[in-house]
């Protein structure tokens, strides 16, 4: 399929990709799922690479993460939540799930407990995008440093102390530069608030 | 239910959103962001915040059949809109009750006026749920935790040295805190206690009492 060239423009300003979705959504559009692919399959890979996972194994991972999207498409909800944050949900619990796999053969793998949400709670939908570009601006301007703390934070599959070990750094500083960037992040948001 | 006054720490909940808390505690902070707003709002944001990491993210190229190959993989399925419809995270609890209610639970007498029901929570890394029931003027010894412990007031209150708690509330725990817990009021108090490692028991009582409370 020629579907592969790189439209990451779209991804850039926020909205194309939540379109994107919706069209995978209706049709089944693969013209659609292809330019969401482009954009987000390697990101997903990339921060999974930077968690410590192989090329070969960061690249099955981030494919199983885009077959959830493209299936789970319709119950994505514009209104809750923006396709980067919606497709990190899917990461994050694709993670669970495979954990929880390797614990328990037997498990049905769409059992309802203990996967957090999907679509998180927001309702104050006209805020929502503006909310999540200054989030993603801020990310931007963290420190490179914070920067990493924060990816590994959120997709590393393992504990604080191994990253830490990892990077060759202490786990206190690993931690307060977690929580230094979630508290620069985090301004952004406290803006609208009230 | 007013709102809770006791609330996770920032961290747990940036744990939470992140995937990393064990079963037992993640089903707390679920119960508890189901009653508290303000919790549930942080959550949101943290995922945004993940969100937005990955919209920030360097690319690393996939392989070059890689989008043939997740195509293949989706069989063109796509899942109906409310397949993934499930009640919201009581239940989670709800689950782990098997559709009971909390009073028709099978509850083991551990002391007097102290009564708990013990749940396996070991979908992923280890954890104990459990519920503990207290008679008023009962509670737990004094005790600090080895692990992390996180307790959500179901029913009814307890008091300790770090103030009032009720329905809705969390206390977030860790080992630099030592507390007594008390139920008061008319009713007795309930509590969904999710433990990471066992608790360490500072009275001669609560060493005695260990085994028995399992806790």
Avoid at chain 2, 61 to 89: C, F, N, V, Y
Avoid at chain 2, 96 to 125: E, F, T
Avoid at chain 2, 134 to 148: D, N, Q, R
Avoid at chain 2, 202 to 214: C, R, Y
Wanted: charged content about 30%; aromatic content about 6%.
């Amino acid at each position: 399929m020629a579907g592969g060239e790189k439209k990451a423009k779209a991804g850039e300003n926020g909205r194309a990709m939540e379109d994107l979705l919706a069209a995978v959504a209706e049709t089944g559009d693969r013209r659609a799922f292809a330019e969401l692919f482009a954009y987000f399959a390697p990101r997903v890979k990339g921060v999974l690479m930077k968690g410590g996972a192989s090329d070969t194994d960061a690249d099955d991972l981030a494919q199983e993460v885009m077959v959830k999207v493209f299936k789970k498409a319709k119950l994505y909800d514009v209104s809750k939540a923006s396709a980067a944050t919606w497709i990190f949900a899917i990461a994050r619990n694709a993670r669970i799930d495979a954990i929880r796999r390797a614990a328990k053969p037997d498990l049905d793998p769409d059992e309802p407990m203990l996967v957090p949400e999907e679509a998180p709670r927001a309702d104050v939908v006209c805020e929502l995008k503006q909310r999540d570009a200054r989030i993603r601006e801020a990310v931007t301007r963290l420190p490179a440093e914070q920067r990493e703390a924060m990816m590994l934070h959120f997709y590393a599959d393992e504990p604080h102390s191994a990253i830490a070990e990892r990077l060759g750094l202490p786990l206190g500083t690993v931690k307060s530069r977690l929580r230094l960037a979630i508290e620069k992040v985090r301004k952004e948001l406290d803006f609208d608030d009230e | 239910m007013s709102n809770p006054q006791h609330h996770p720490r920032y961290e747990t909940l940036a744990d939470f959103a992140a995937g990393r808390l064990d079963e037992a505690r993640a089903v707390v902070i679920a119960a508890h962001a189901e009653v508290c707003e303000q919790c549930a709002r942080d959550i949101d944001a943290l995922e945004a915040i993940g969100g937005g990491v990955l919209a920030n993210a360097e690319p690393a190229a996939m392989s070059a059949d890689a989008l043939e190959k997740t195509l293949a993989m989706t069989g063109a399925q796509i899942m109906p809109a409310q397949a993934d419809e499930r009640p919201r995270p009581a239940s989670a609890l709800d689950a782990y009750l098997g559709g009971r209610s909390i009073d028709a639970l099978n509850w083991k007498w551990v002391a007097p006026g102290v009564h708990q029901h013990v749940m396996k929570a070991q979908g992923y890394r280890d954890g104990v749920l459990r519920l503990v029931k207290f008679a008023p003027g009962k509670g737990v010894p004094v005790h600090t935790h080895k692990g992390e412990e996180l307790t959500l007031l179901m029913r009814g209150a307890y008091r300790d040295a770090l103030g009032e708690w009720r329905a809705g509330d969390i206390a977030d725990l860790d080992h630099e805190h030592t507390h007594e817990p008390i139920a008061f009021g008319d009713e007795p108090c309930v509590c969904l206690i999710a433990t990471s490692a066992p608790l360490e028991f500072k009275t001669v009582l609560g060493k005695v009492l260990q085994p028995f409370v399992e806790l």
